[in-house]
């Protein structure tokens, strides 16, 4: 039985990732015992607590006749793990851009994202003398 079906990565759960919480889709039948042995096995980590979420499907029209069906639902697993651990799959890479200006000075590039999910890129000169630091908003595909 394969226990651990996929990895959840959304906007909310890398937020949780960042703090030790990892959301895995498991199998139904598969209870918190279980699920943290298996995270523990695969991954490597000590599992602290397991939460879990059965998720109810949504109901769904038909474009063309005039009636509804639902979507298979899942079940969700939240697994804490020791802190200072961390799961591979859910880590991303911080970058930081060095990019030379036409005087042929270094500036650094950092983005951050404010509390309303709006990108906001900062640039720095390293300049000799008074560093400047000024910020400007970064329209991205949304």
Not at 25 to 33: G, L, T
Not at 68 to 95: D, L, N, R, W
């Amino acid at each position: 039985m394969i226990v651990i079906k996929r990895p959840i990565v959304t906007e909310k759960s890398m937020k949780m990732a960042e703090r030790g919480l990892y959301t895995f889709e498991v199998d139904k039948n598969a209870n918190k015992y279980l699920i943290s042995k298996i995270v523990a096995e695969t991954f490597g980590v000590k599992v602290l607590k397991v939460k879990i979420s059965n998720v109810k499907g949504k109901m769904k029209m038909q474009r063309s006749v005039r009636k509804s069906y639902q979507k298979a639902g899942m079940k969700k697993a939240f697994v804490q793990v020791k802190k200072g651990e961390k799961i591979a799959i859910f880590e991303t890479p911080k970058e930081e851009a060095v990019v030379t200006s036409p005087e042929a000075e270094p500036v650094v590039l950092k983005e951050k994202k404010d509390l309303l999910g709006k990108t906001k890129v900062r640039v720095e000169k390293s300049a000799v003398g008074a560093a400047q630091t000024t910020q400007r908003k970064v329209i991205t595909g949304k």
